[in-house]
């Protein structure tokens, strides 16, 4: 079975700005990446700095309500809702 790579990118002229989107990820996460080959990187490092970008190109939507709660008259309730945008 012959592997095949999608990872590419499909506008050339981002290919630096992915790069340094990736050494900021790693600098987060604190693994420490360097320019070229990667391989003496463990797998939960490697794992740690892609998660950590997906983390932040995936934004968390939060909105919070104030309502009246139906059960008890003159009572309040906050009501959060969090949907994340895949």
């Known amino acids: 079975m012959s592997s095949k790579n999608n990872n590419k990118i499909n506008v050339p002229e981002a290919r630096a700005a992915m790069d340094k989107f ?3 990820a790693a600098s987060e996460v604190g693994v420490n990446l360097k320019e070229g080959y990667n391989g003496d990187l463990t797998s939960r490092e490697a794992g740690s700095v892609g998660g ?18 139906r059960t008890a008259i003159g009572h309040q309730f906050v009501a959060t809702y969090r949907a994340e945008l895949w």
């Open 52 to 69: 950590q970008m997906v983390k932040k190109m995936t934004p968390v939507r939060t909105m919070r309500y104030k309502r009246t709660d």
């Open 22 to 24: 990736k050494m900021e």
